[in-house]
């Protein structure tokens, strides 16, 4: 698999499940996460605007994959890899909203 981009040699995503619109690798595929042999990517199709997200193993004897639809937008992906809602997030909105 490509460093830069590992969404580039995947081969078998080449095309939207729901409509067959061929993906551009550099726009429609984006790596969500890399760790431990294991690429998360998510692929919009620009024609009919569904999504999948994408879970690609490298074992020792092959590659395995595991796509599901989702209704994720771009702008979800942010919040996938950003910070966390932490304990005390929750908690201080529970006291406010008990205030009010």
Do not use: W
């Not at 796509?67 to 979800?76: C, L, Y």
């Amino acid at each position: 698999m490509s460093k830069s981009n590992p969404a580039v040699n995947l081969q078998m995503m080449t095309n939207c499940p729901m409509c067959d619109f061929k993906y551009d690798s550099k726009k429609d595929i984006k790596v969500i996460d890399k760790k431990d042999g294991m690429v998360t990517l998510y692929l919009n199709c620009e024609q009919c605007k569904s999504s999948l997200i994408v879970a690609v193993m490298i074992e020792p004897f092959g590659v395995t994959s595991i796509s599901m639809m989702t209704d994720i937008v771009e702008n979800d992906l942010k919040k996938i890899n950003g910070d966390f809602i932490k304990y005390d997030d929750v908690l201080e909105v529970h006291k406010f909203l008990e205030r009010n």
